[in-house]
């Protein structure tokens, strides 16, 4: 019977991953103006860029309801057990929601095997850590195994960021706009980091692209000595060009065995930006 691996919006998967292993998401929620839309089934990722580029204000996100984890769970087969990678909590409700919808379920149905698991990460971040569940799925390692692997892979997980723009960050009031004029005006970017408690911690300002993204590749080698062997994960918002010459330098300078790409879902754009990195890998 295997098992049911799920994901939340927080998590960018590229859409053939998605279909080839049977992931579910259950997506989280973005409003514009006085309309929401579940992101990634009724707003695509062009849409959500058109839409972008015509509203001063940016979007509200929300997490998805208990109900929307009940309905998500109870869909699958009872006999099933479901393993579900859940936002980071420390950014959004989305983790207290699953575990909220799934004592619904066990509720009506007691015999049921859900594990959620708090990710403390998000985007290529869950990229990575459901691909780590799929290479143990195919060696047909028991489901509580790669639950207790994935909960030590969550610790060894870093996820780092580079933002070309500061423009969502003032429009969303994280930056205010007298630092943010400033910030556009010398060509500053910001490279974050996921701290080790789940949030988003800016790490380096730097002056000029070019500079940042040397400084992004440089970074991973300060959290890892050698990706021999390991598989990087990264996230683009809308700069698949720019992403791929990126990992072509991650290549050159780490050889890891395997390099992922996927494009930023409307959730984790919202925050970056377009032209945003993230990229994710395992420490030592």
């Keep these: 019977m295997g098992f049911q691996i799920m994901v939340d919006g927080g998590a960018d998967l590229p859409k053939e991953f ?29 849409e959500f860029y058109e839409k972008m580029a015509r509203t001063e204000e940016l979007p509200k996100t929300s997490a998805s309801s208990p109900n929307d984890f009940y ?26 929601n699953a575990v909220l919808g799934k004592e619904m379920l066990l509720d009506e149905e007691p015999e049921r095997t859900i594990e959620i698991i708090n990710t403390k990460t998000a985007s290529s971040g869950i990229y990575l850590l459901a691909n780590e569940v799929i290479k143990m799925k ?15 892979d969550v610790e060894k997980t870093t996820t780092l960021f580079s933002l070309k723009t500061v423009e969502n ?29 789940g949030t988003i911690e800016v790490t380096e300002k730097v002056r000029g692209e070019k500079k940042a993204l040397r400084r992004l590749v440089e970074q991973i080698g300060e959290y890892s000595k050698s990706l021999e062997g390991k598989t ?46 993230v990229i994710s890998f395992l420490e030592d």
Excluded at 76 to 95: E, F, G, H, Q, R
Excluded at 138 to 152: A, C, G, P, S
Excluded at 262 to 270: D, K, N, Q, S, W
């Design 71 to 96: 309905h998500a769970f109870k869909e699958v087969d009872a006999d099933k057990p479901i393993l579900m990678l859940a936002l980071t909590k420390n950014l959004s409700a989305t983790y207290q």
């Design 18 to 46: 998605v279909e080839k292993f049977n992931i579910k998401i259950v997506p989280l929620n973005i409003h514009f103006d006085d309309q929401e839309y579940k992101a990634g089934l009724d707003l695509d990722i062009n």
């Design 138 to 152: 195919l060696q047909n390692t028991e489901f509580q195994d790669i639950v207790e692997q994935i909960k030590r």
């Design 232 to 277: 990087i994960t990264l996230a683009h918002s809308n700069c698949e060009e720019k992403a791929k010459k990126v990992l072509a330098s991650i290549k050159e300078t780490y050889n890891p065995k395997e390099e992922l790409l996927v494009e930023m879902g409307p959730l984790i754009a919202t925050h970056a930006g377009e032209g945003g990195l």
């Design 169 to 197: 960050l003032i429009k969303g009031g994280r930056l205010d706009k007298m630092r943010g004029a400033i910030a556009k005006t010398l060509n500053i970017k910001l490279l974050m980091k996921a701290s080790e408690e």
